[in-house]
């Protein structure tokens, strides 16, 4: 059964309680089509005046033989074909109608009654059915009317969108109202200004919820198939930009073909046929399926279409169907295996159900029922057939009409109210209400006639339209339904969950909604916890994702050539984290944090610097103090034995002045050593750079001052007059002067000032004396540089000189050793990173100083403690022989 063509009718403006029983309780006079199923199936209540017409699509034709090699082929051939299920179309409109009449609170006066015809899913027959309703009569004259007419209020229909839009295009010539309680039909340049009512909710929020759907289970990898027309590609036009928008991939769109002509569904079935095979070879375990009335039954068939063995492709599926399609069979599909379907997820209409309405479908027989589809509808249900006066013998069983609707499978028939069913109903309640409201907006002057008879003709149903935009009321099954001014339902979608057991008995449970009218954190609902899932996703939560999830520490990248929900997984680039699965980029941590080891999350950094208390700095002050005390110790030797030649010899205040700077160089590193303050910064490399320029300009003094002993020695030498204090003090205070000019400079332009450090090392905020100046801090080094270089020169070149004690080779040694410590200081210092750069400065520090107090007062030392003996004048005058 496919489209369902109605018409209701309204009755003399008598009271309820005078009219005749037969007048309050239309029978149907006229049963058409019955013995010549290409003729349009109607019924209709002559009793009512006022009609509602209906246009269902019940049945079609299918012109061809199916030969299967794995299913039984139908009985098919120029025959008509009945979808059971939709029988149910006409119950809720015969019940809606029934309900009406007898309420006394609407329409108090009037009776309804209704026509259906059968679209048969055929243009031409649709149109055929719609100027019947118009016209009632089997023989109509278009724009005529002629006899005694009931008067036409509405039509309701289709349940497909091409079928309401072939009633529409008729209907606006005539401006009588179509409520529709199938899919929206598409306006486009063809179609200008056709208005409608849409009896079913708005197909954005089916997409939406959806979309909801596809989120909280976190399906991201997943296949859509639609029926190849218009509605088809538009609901490609409107979910797959939303899909996309929220990071859900297509892994295929696959376009399933109408038939338009007979030879063209062997085409069909052989597309169905592979279309079912990609699905099963994909890893796509989530589909959406949009098709139209009869697409179900299409859908059954892929099953036995596929061209490899049935132990090859069977996988589990969750298929998401919308709410224009109902599980339904025809007659020949009866005992097929609706596996396929097992765990699947429905939009569908919502509906609940109306009172006495089960009872009422379960009281219709064809022996109680006189309407033009029951017979057909019971013989292809039940598998049997009626005897008829003009037929002998009936092949098979014979229907007694006493068979029980009960025993009929779901896919067939359904006692509970459907979504479609639920708009029918819904559409007969609001043109009766709207036609309520129209009688009642008339006065009592102009809406009635001398004998009491309503004055309303088929020209009035025009006036219906403005009552019915904005109407609102509460049905009989506690739902209110409101029609707002665009003609659209205000209304939602319900979630069902197909179950098919083991015995192939059907059962669908209501796990979800999607109610748009509630506050915007209640729109969607779904219940998992009851949901059944298909038997071989083990009752665990399926899983639809093109590559699994990217892991903590690692980000997304695309493969080439991929959707976007394609990609590998890399781990995160040095210095940077992700915190969640699948993200798209790596990024820093924030300043003052570094990753952990994993890169998935931020460790703070700790505060750090060359302390007293770690056992580098206790280290560096032990050894700061080791050899601070061996400069004192020296200096206390000599001091012992101020007048002992040794101690005379080579300037003894040059002496005194190298040792006590070599002093100050020891303590000087611990400016290095502690929390870096603003002052301890500035005395840093100025104490550093003077005290260490002192000591190197008297070893130079020193040097020059045993060169010009020398030369002084040799008769007639001019040098005498340089040998004295004076030079050696002039040397030392002059080399000094321009070292303490550097270090003033550097503090009036960019002095040193306490910084932090973040980036040198990953673990650690170094706390630091920032330079200031680096040109000003390689300076003071250059300087101390060039003043060491010409004393290892000058040295040098005196190394041999033929003393007893030569104190310029001491002195060569000792420039040699300052000079490689500084050389190698600087690529050292520069490869440091954090509190060991400063650690490199102090340990360069005390080991130049230590070379200066070893190599050139070692000696010294070791005559004056160990050889007292040596410590003369005679052993210091003696030269070397040559």
């Not at 006022?50 to 033989?65: E, P, Q, R």
Request: proline share 4%; net charge neutral.
């Amino acid at each position: 059964m496919y489209g369902l063509c109605s018409s209701l009718c309204c009755h003399h403006l008598l009271p309820r309680a005078q009219q005749s029983p037969q007048v309050a309780a239309p029978l149907p006079l006229q049963v058409l089509g019955v013995q010549r199923p290409h003729e349009p199936y109607h019924t209709y209540y002559q009793s009512g005046d006022v009609i509602v017409g209906g246009i269902v699509t019940l049945a079609f034709f299918l012109h061809a033989t199916l030969e299967f090699t794995k299913v039984p082929p139908p009985p098919l051939l120029e025959e008509l074909i009945l979808v059971p299920k939709y029988y149910q179309h006409i119950v809720a409109l015969a019940f809606a109608v029934q309900e009406i009449n007898k309420n006394s609170e609407i329409l108090s006066n009037v009776t309804l009654g209704f026509n259906i015809y059968d679209s048969y899913f055929n243009a031409q027959k649709t149109n055929h059915a719609t100027m019947l309703l118009i016209y009632n009569m089997k023989r109509f004259f278009p724009n005529y009317i002629c006899g005694i007419q009931n008067h036409l209020t509405s039509i309701i229909g289709g349940l497909d969108a091409k079928t309401s839009i072939d009633i529409a295009n008729l209907l606006d010539i005539y401006k009588i109202p179509q409520l529709i309680y199938g899919s929206s039909p598409i306006m486009n340049y063809k179609t200008p200004g056709l208005s409608f009512f849409q009896m079913s909710p708005l197909e954005r929020h089916q997409y939406e919820g959806i979309l909801s759907l596809l989120l909280h289970f976190m399906w991201t990898w997943i296949g859509i198939v639609v029926i190849a027309n218009d509605n088809g590609e538009r609901v490609i036009e409107k979910i797959v930009p939303l899909l996309s928008q929220n990071n859900i991939c297509l892994s295929f769109i696959e376009r399933i073909g109408e038939i338009t002509t007979p030879n063209e569904i062997f085409d069909l079935f052989s597309e169905v046929a592979k279309i079912h095979d990609k699905i099963m070879d994909s890893n796509v375990n989530v589909l959406i399926f949009y098709g139209e009335s009869d697409t179900m039954v299409r859908l059954r068939w892929i099953a036995y279409l596929s061209r490899k063995n049935i132990t090859d492709t069977v996988k589990g599926k969750v298929w998401i169907f919308t709410a224009q399609m109902e599980l339904n069979s025809h007659v020949y599909q009866r005992n097929w295996d609706s596996d396929i379907m097992n765990g699947a997820l429905s939009f569908t209409i919502h509906a609940n159900e109306p009172l006495g309405f089960q009872s009422f479908t379960e009281n219709r027989n064809p022996s109680m029922t006189k309407d033009g589809f029951i017979k057909d509808y019971w013989q292809q249900s039940f598998n049997c057939a009626f005897k008829t006066s003009d037929v002998s013998e009936v092949g098979g069983d014979i229907c007694t009409g006493e068979e029980k609707q009960e025993d009929l499978p779901v896919t067939f028939f359904e006692k509970r109210m459907t979504g479609h069913s639920y708009s029918i109903y819904n559409s007969v309640y609001a043109a009766a209400h709207a036609l309520d409201a129209l009688i009642s907006s008339r006065s009592a002057q102009s809406s009635m006639a001398n004998n009491g008879r309503l004055k309303f003709q088929n020209q009035d149903s025009w006036q219906l339209h403005c009552f019915l935009k904005g109407l609102s009321f509460n049905n009989s099954a506690g739902d209110l339904v409101s029609i707002d001014y665009n003609g659209e339902l205000l209304a939602g979608y319900d979630i069902l969950n197909w179950i098919v057991s083991s015995n192939d008995s059907f059962i669908s449970v209501k796990v979800g909604r999607v109610n748009p009218a509630v506050l915007s954190d209640q729109i969607f609902i779904i219940n998992e916890d009851i949901i059944t899932w298909h038997s071989l996703f083990n009752q665990s939560k399926p899983v639809s994702i093109c590559t699994g999830s990217c892991h903590l520490g690692t980000s997304k990248k695309i493969k080439e050539g991929q959707p976007f929900c394609c990609y590998d997984c890399i781990p995160c680039p040095d210095g940077k984290i992700s915190e969640k699965e699948d993200t798209n980029d790596c990024y820093l941590c924030p300043e003052g944090s570094y990753p952990n080891k994993n890169q998935d999350s931020c460790i703070s950094k700790t505060l750090t610097f060359v302390s007293h208390e770690e056992p580098l700095g206790v280290s560096l002050v032990f050894f700061v103090l080791l050899f601070s005390s061996l400069s004192v110790m020296v200096i206390g030797i000599f001091l012992k034995n101020h007048n002992t030649p040794i101690v005379i010899a080579n300037s003894r205040n040059l002496t005194y002045i190298l040792l006590i700077s070599l002093l100050l160089c020891f303590l000087s590193a611990l400016l290095f050593i502690g929390h870096p303050g603003k002052v301890v910064c500035l005395l840093q490399q100025m104490t550093f750079g003077v005290v260490f320029t002192v000591a190197v300009s008297s070893v130079l003094a020193k040097t020059i001052t045993v060169v010009l002993a020398f030369q002084a020695t040799k008769p007639g030498s001019k040098m005498r007059m340089f040998v004295g204090k004076r030079l050696s003090n002039s040397i030392v205070i002059s080399c000094s002067l321009i070292q303490i000019g550097i270090c003033m400079t550097w503090l009036a332009t960019s002095p040193p000032f306490p910084d932090t450090d973040i980036v040198s090392v990953v673990e650690e905020i170094i706390l630091h004396c920032n330079q200031g100046s680096v040109t000003m801090f390689y300076s003071v080094l250059s300087y101390l540089g060039f003043l060491a270089v010409i004393s290892f020169i000058v040295a040098f070149m005196a190394r041999k000189l033929p003393d007893t004690f030569n104190e310029a080779k001491f002195i060569t040694f000792s420039m040699l050793v300052f000079c490689s410590v500084w050389i190698s200081f600087v690529p050292t210092y520069l490869s440091a990173k954090g509190k060991y750069i400063v650690a490199v400065e102090i340990f360069s520090i005390l080991v130049s100083s230590a070379g200066l107090l070893g190599c050139i007062f070692l000696p010294k030392c070791y005559i004056i403690v160990l050889r007292p003996d040596l410590n003369n004048r005679e052993y210091l005058m003696k030269r070397k022989q040559f």
